[in-house]
């Protein structure tokens, strides 16, 4: 496998991560085009500075690295970090999190479980998808173990249907992508079942649309926008018992 595909999944998540910044938290259709990494937004990061989503990302990197493979309580451990010293983090504090990751972690310490993300419908938020690259780079040999374990990921902090069976579908995507298919390949309807034996009508509903291409008929101003509990601001670092933002 070219090694390039592996740094541009990791180099394309930050790099988005950092462009998007900008603009974040503001209403689809409210600002100009965002055509350069202008860094600002609500957190006045500099140009090229990244958010939590490539914090928490580096943490499963990291995580899958030291324990060469998945290993859901040492993942979260490595999120409670960030949250609490920073780990990973452009600014060396943990600036931003959503609710979503920050009640799921409040809920490992409390309960030691890291499956603690909540299975509630209305907090299927993006997090646990924003950060996935790490793991079908790790299992992009076997296909099938890539969206098992992009389940699992997703699992720590986002166990909602939609959220888990998103990640599965874009683990599958991703190998794809990494192992040199086409475009066309990959997001043709039966890719996941024929590839990664995925089966799309294992999925959540809205999920096994876009598996199906329903997004090749969305205009722009179609999209869902996240779910709340995802796109808040609230941060309350545990270190210091003070709460950030709105």
Request: hydrophobic residues 35%; contains cysteine.
């Amino acid at each position: 496998m070219n090694r390039h595909r592996f740094r541009g999944a990791l180099l394309g998540l930050a790099t988005g991560d950092a462009l998007g910044t900008t603009v974040e938290f503001k209403p689809r259709g409210s600002f100009a085009p965002v055509t350069d990494i202008v860094g600002g937004g609500p957190f006045g990061l500099e140009p090229g500075q990244w958010t939590d989503d490539t914090s928490m990302a580096l943490c499963l990197a990291d995580s899958l690295f030291a324990c060469d493979g998945s290993d859901p309580a040492d993942q979260i451990e490595r999120y409670l970090s960030w949250w609490r010293d920073g780990t990973n983090s452009v600014t060396g504090t943990c600036f931003d999190i959503g609710n979503t990751v920050r009640s799921a972690l409040v809920r490992y310490r409390e309960t030691g479980d890291p499956v603690a993300g909540s299975a509630d419908p209305r907090s299927a938020g993006n997090g646990s998808i924003m950060r996935l690259a790490p793991v079908p780079m790790c299992f992009a040999g076997d296909p099938v173990a890539a969206v098992r374990e992009a389940a699992g990921s997703s699992r720590t902090t986002h166990g909602a249907g939609e959220a888990v069976d998103a990640c599965r579908l874009l683990a599958a995507v991703l190998v794809g992508f990494l192992r040199g298919f086409s475009k066309a390949e990959v997001l043709s309807a039966r890719f996941p079942e024929e590839f990664a034996r995925l089966e799309t009508d294992s999925l959540a509903p809205e999920i096994r649309k876009l598996a199906r291409g329903s997004y090749k008929d969305l205009r722009r101003t179609e999209g869902r926008d996240p779910a709340p509990s995802d796109r808040a601001a609230t941060v309350q670092n545990p270190g210091q018992g003070r709460s950030f933002g709105p």
